[in-house]
């Protein structure tokens, strides 16, 4: 897996990733959109569709999720 260092960026978009965030939750997604802002590191962040989790609580049927880049702490790219 990369590590924070190698943060995931524009060229991951409509990637399949496995991503390790802060707290213990790993999921395969699919990259939707990478949010890249110089003024604020809160927006830094991704938008994403859940494949899997270990977080099962986490699903909401339909749902896209935000994660801030600070929160992701490794990642795989896993194919298109």
């Given at each position: 897996?990369?590590?924070?260092?190698n943060r995931?960026?524009?060229?991951?978009?409509?990637?399949?990733?496995?991503?390790?965030?802060?707290?213990?939750e790993?999921?395969?997604?699919?990259?939707?959109?990478?949010?890249?802002?110089?003024?604020?590191?809160?927006?830094?962040?991704?938008?994403?569709?859940?494949?899997?989790?270990?977080?099962?609580?986490?699903?909401?049927?339909?749902?896209?999720?935000?994660a801030e880049?600070?929160?992701?702490?490794?990642?795989?790219?896993?194919?298109?």
């Open positions: 897996m990369d590590t924070v260092k995931i960026g524009r060229e991951h978009q409509d990637k399949r990733l496995r991503v390790e965030f802060l707290g213990g790993i999921a395969e997604i699919k990259l939707l959109l990478v949010s890249e802002c110089a003024q604020h590191r809160e927006c830094n962040g991704i938008v994403y569709d859940i494949i899997s989790t270990n977080r099962a609580d986490h699903i909401k049927k339909g749902a896209a999720y935000w880049s600070t929160y992701v702490e490794s990642f795989e790219v896993l194919g298109d």
